[in-house]
Each structure stands twice: as structure tokens, then as C-alpha cells.
Nanobody, 125 residues
């Protein structure tokens, strides 16, 4: 069992930065592939970034490559998403997810077993 809690969302101006955190509890975090997803109103939940259980392999949606960085600290049971050069199209609820059966962070949300409650990110002037 893994419990996930996101934090760090908020309102930011275009061009600004935010860092999201995902605190995990439970015994399987360090061995799990992890991911970040986002969902804007009226849209499906979409893949943002994924990371392997060691942190050594990462994957990004094309729309965020070069702007977002996913990382994890297994000693702190925490995953991060550093978001730079934010634009209004990044406005969404951001969710972290855990895939204990995977050693990497899949792009398909159906492969994740555990989800956080989400944190709102709003990019607006």
C-alpha cells in the first residue's frame, strides 16, 4: 500500500516556476516507478513525466521537455517536479502516481495503482 500527498501548487505568472512535491508513505515507494500526470477542465488526465525506481531514467511529454524536471529522493520517500517557463497551457490539476509493479514510470495512467489527491497549478497574469 502506498499513500501519496502532493503539495507545492499555486498561482504563478507566465514564465514563472513552481516545484511540486509528492510525499509517499508505505513500504514500496523506493521500488516503484513513479509519474506525474495533469488534468485540465474538460480534458483527460495526461502524462507529464515518469521516473524509474532508481531515478536514473526519466521520460517526459513533448509539451514539457526542456522545461520540467522530475526527480526523486528515496531516502525521503519524496518525488519532485520542477516546472520552469510555465505558460497558461500548463494550468491543470497535477497528480502524482505510483506503479509498484513497474521499475519505470509508464506513460499510460492505467498502469499506476496509487494516486494522490492532486494539487492545482494555475498560470495566469
Amino acid at each position: 500500500q502506498v499513500q501519496l500527498v502532493e503539495s507545492g501548487g499555486g498561482l504563478v505568472q507566465p514564465g514563472g516556476s513552481l516545484r511540486l512535491s509528492c510525499a509517499a508513505s508505505g513500504r514500496t515507494f523506493s521500488g516503484s516507478g513513479m509519474g506525474w500526470f495533469r488534468q485540465a477542465p474538460g480534458e483527460e488526465r495526461g502524462f507529464v513525466a515518469g521516473i524509474s525506481w532508481t531515478g536514473g531514467t526519466t521520460d517526459y511529454a513533448d509539451s514539457v521537455k526542456g522545461r520540467f524536471t522530475i526527480s526523486r529522493d528515496n531516502a525521503k520517500n519524496t518525488m519532485y517536479l520542477q516546472m520552469n517557463s510555465l505558460n497558461p497551457e500548463d494550468t491543470a490539476v497535477y497528480y502524482c502516481a505510483a506503479a509498484p509493479a513497474k521499475r519505470y514510470g509508464p506513460t499510460d495512467p492505467v498502469e499506476y495503482d496509487y494516486w494522490g489527491q492532486g494539487t492545482q497549478v494555475t498560470v495566469s497574469s
